[in-house]
């Protein structure tokens, strides 16, 4: 009970923080509107499989331009406060559901700006629902980690990249496979059992992230 | 006398040679290449020129008999042999007019055994047509293949496509396993790392994960020269081919993440973080996505792994101790970074 109310607490900081400062977050709005028109600017029109594929290729571009600032704020004396009080595990969990939270509202913008400018491939909305939630999970799990690390480094956003579009691979193969069935593409048989491997690589991915954490957290 | 802590190393470097030497020197067993005209009809005559590898149908002489073999067990016998040379030879075959199984189209299995060669059999080598069923009451002299001989050599199996690149086996394979190793024990010095913060299992995690790296592109390539002389093409695309490069690119990135600290005792911790993640998605990355899609690879998109009927027991002799040999040179060249990484600090340390 005691965690959850840590985490509920440093949850609502993530999002006071995000509204005090404003910038940030239309910026990334901002990006998503020029990107969406930029490529039906020179698309004109898009076909359904080329459209599963640059959704998530979008989605991949905001994820890291969103995430990659998660750790820059927590620097210096202020680190050495939250050290002080609070259990590393919390801080991440936060982080990663404040990031979900985000990375689901602006993949539901992008859909809705691509019904908004195009029409909608999408077939199977109720799995394509989950897929995004699933989907955002996964990002926000190892965009979240790595730019931990990345932001223990003093670089810039390029190393976070680097280190992280090799490892999104698996989750963004699923993700594509799955939405390929949603937007009726391919007739997948074994959908569930692709639902089931990518919850298994999510909740892989983010046992081992609270597991190495503290570690990073630690200064 | 070799010291007691060296005798995995000189193990190591035996076993390699005698890979080197064992799987290169081995001959492959006689084969049948091709078959030609490889189709055919019910109750006509068939004359079939068969071209054979590593074969000795001349020196046979005698010994040699041919069989067509049905699924259900049936099969006829050759009614005449001409060997024309070593590897090229006639055979007649009076088909039939009435096939033994009940579909159009039947894929026959060509046997040839001789005391030169053995017994050599290629499946579906011949098709047979069967329009319709005749009404006549011929006598067929239907015989059981049976009564092989066996030149007692030690050789290597002859597969059709694969041909003397089966060798591969015993340097792709092995190299694989040995990078899979090596990784693992990166993550284990990470972890120790991690657990007892001591800078030496920093220094391990690196040098294994180096020439895990090294073992990973030498497979790369080693697989590369395979896919050539049986996919037909150095890359083809393949989801096995690809995931394996994504899996390097985690590694490489591993060492871009280390060139960009200055404190290392920051450096340590960080990378051992990201050796371990890493090393988490290397499962899924691996093993579990290129089942899911079609690959030409074995073991993955429905194709059988890597298992039991792939080895005979003459190459289980030279892979096994392959997979030993060029594990244990691994962690050999491990080593040796490890030492050369811990001097060049104490040099950095120094200065």
């Known amino acids: 009970m005691k965690d959850l109310h840590f985490i509920l607490l440093l949850l609502r900081k993530e999002f006071l923080l995000e509204f005090r400062t404003r910038s940030a977050i239309s910026g990334i709005f901002l990006y998503v509107i020029s990107t969406l028109f930029v490529v039906y600017e020179t698309f004109v029109k898009i076909q359904p499989n080329v459209w599963n594929t640059l959704f998530w290729i979008i989605l991949l571009?905001?994820?890291?331009?969103?995430?990659?600032?998660?750790?820059?704020?927590?620097?210096?004396?202020?680190?050495?406060?939250?050290?002080?009080?609070?259990?590393?595990?919390?801080?991440?969990?936060?982080?990663?559901?404040?990031?979900?939270?985000?990375?689901?509202?602006?993949?539901?913008?992008?859909?809705?700006?691509?019904?908004?400018?195009?029409?909608?491939?999408?077939?199977?909305?109720?799995?394509?629902?989950?897929?995004?939630?699933?989907?955002?999970?996964?990002?926000?799990?190892?965009?979240?980690?790595?730019?931990?690390?990345?932001?223990?480094?003093?670089?810039?956003?390029?190393?976070?990249?680097?280190?992280?579009?090799?490892?999104?691979?698996?989750?963004?193969?699923?993700?594509?496979?799955?939405?390929?069935?949603?937007?009726?593409?391919?007739?997948?048989?074994?959908?569930?059992?692709?639902?089931?491997?990518?919850?298994?690589?999510?909740?892989?991915?983010?046992?081992?992230?609270?597991?190495?954490?503290?570690?990073?957290?630690?200064? | 006398?070799?010291?007691?802590?060296?005798?995995?190393?000189?193990?190591?470097?035996?076993?390699?040679?005698?890979?080197?030497?064992?799987?290169?020197?081995?001959?492959?067993?006689?084969?049948?290449?091709?078959?030609?005209?490889?189709?055919?009809?019910?109750?006509?005559?068939?004359?079939?020129?068969?071209?054979?590898?590593?074969?000795?149908?001349?020196?046979?002489?005698?010994?040699?008999?041919?069989?067509?073999?049905?699924?259900?067990?049936?099969?006829?016998?050759?009614?005449?042999?001409?060997?024309?040379?070593?590897?090229?030879?006639?055979?007649?075959?009076?088909?039939?007019?009435?096939?033994?199984?009940?579909?159009?189209?039947?894929?026959?299995?060509?046997?040839?055994?001789?005391?030169?060669?053995?017994?050599?059999?290629?499946?579906?080598?011949?098709?047979?047509?069967?329009?319709?069923?005749?009404?006549?009451?011929?006598?067929?002299?239907?015989?059981?293949?049976?009564?092989?001989?066996?030149?007692?050599?030690?050789?290597?199996?002859?597969?059709?496509?694969?041909?003397?690149?089966i060798r591969n086996t015993y340097f792709h394979v092995p190299l694989w396993f040995g990078m899979m190793f090596l990784f693992l024990f990166a993550v284990i010095h990470s972890i120790k790392y991690l657990r007892k913060g001591d800078a030496e299992s920093d220094l391990k995690a690196e040098a294994y994960t180096q020439t895990g790296i090294f073992y990973g592109l030498l497979g790369l390539i080693t697989g590369a020269l395979w896919a050539k002389n049986t996919w037909g093409a150095y890359w083809s695309w393949d989801i096995k081919q690809n995931m394996t490069v994504v899996a390097l690119l985690i590694y490489a990135a591993y060492f871009i993440l280390r060139a960009s600290f200055e404190d290392p005792e920051k450096r340590a911790r960080v990378c051992a973080a990201y050796g371990i993640f890493a090393f988490s998605t290397l499962i899924p990355l691996l093993y579990v996505i290129p089942r899911l899609t079609d690959s030409l690879h074995p073991g993955s998109g429905g194709n059988p792994a890597f298992g039991s009927q792939d080895l005979d027991n003459t190459m289980r002799m030279v892979f096994y101790p392959a997979v030993i040999g060029f594990t244990l040179f691994g962690f050999w060249l491990s080593s040796l970074q490890f030492r050369y990484l811990r001097l060049q600090k104490l040099r950095e340390d120094v200065d």
């Open chain 1, 61 to 219: 571009f905001v994820a890291v331009n969103a995430m990659v600032k998660s750790f820059v704020q927590e620097k210096g004396n202020r680190v050495l406060y939250y050290y002080s009080l609070l259990n590393p595990s919390h801080v991440l969990i936060a982080k990663i559901v404040y990031n979900t939270l985000l990375l689901l509202v602006l993949s539901l913008l992008i859909w809705g700006l691509f019904i908004f400018f195009g029409d909608n491939p999408v077939k199977d909305i109720g799995l394509f629902l989950l897929i995004l939630l699933l989907g955002s999970f996964g990002f926000s799990v190892t965009f979240t980690f790595l730019a931990s690390l990345v932001a223990a480094s003093n670089q810039s956003s390029t190393l976070l990249a680097v280190l992280s579009f090799p490892l999104i691979i698996p989750i963004i193969l699923m993700l594509v496979k799955i939405s390929a069935h949603a937007l009726r593409l391919i007739q997948d048989t074994a959908v569930s059992g692709d639902l089931a491997i990518l919850v298994a690589i999510d909740l892989l991915l983010c046992g081992v992230a609270l597991l190495l954490f503290p570690f990073i957290w630690r200064d």
């Open chain 2, 1 to 165: 006398m070799i010291e007691k802590g060296k005798i995995w190393k000189f193990s190591g470097v035996i076993l390699i040679v005698y890979v080197i030497i064992a799987g290169l020197l081995i001959p492959l067993k006689s084969g049948i290449e091709s078959v030609e005209p490889s189709y055919g009809n019910a109750g006509e005559t068939l004359k079939i020129q068969v071209t054979g590898y590593n074969t000795h149908f001349k020196e046979a002489g005698n010994s040699l008999r041919a069989w067509l073999k049905w699924e259900n067990g049936k099969a006829i016998a050759a009614t005449e042999m001409i060997a024309l040379d070593e590897r090229r030879m006639n055979l007649t075959f009076s088909i039939p007019n009435n096939l033994p199984e009940n579909t159009e189209v039947h894929a026959v299995t060509l046997l040839i055994d001789s005391e030169a060669d053995g017994t050599s059999v290629l499946p579906s080598a011949i098709f047979l047509t069967q329009t319709e069923k005749v009404l006549t009451a011929e006598e067929v002299q239907w015989v059981q293949p049976g009564d092989f001989s066996n030149n007692g050599q030690i050789t290597f199996p002859f597969r059709n496509i694969l041909g003397e690149t």
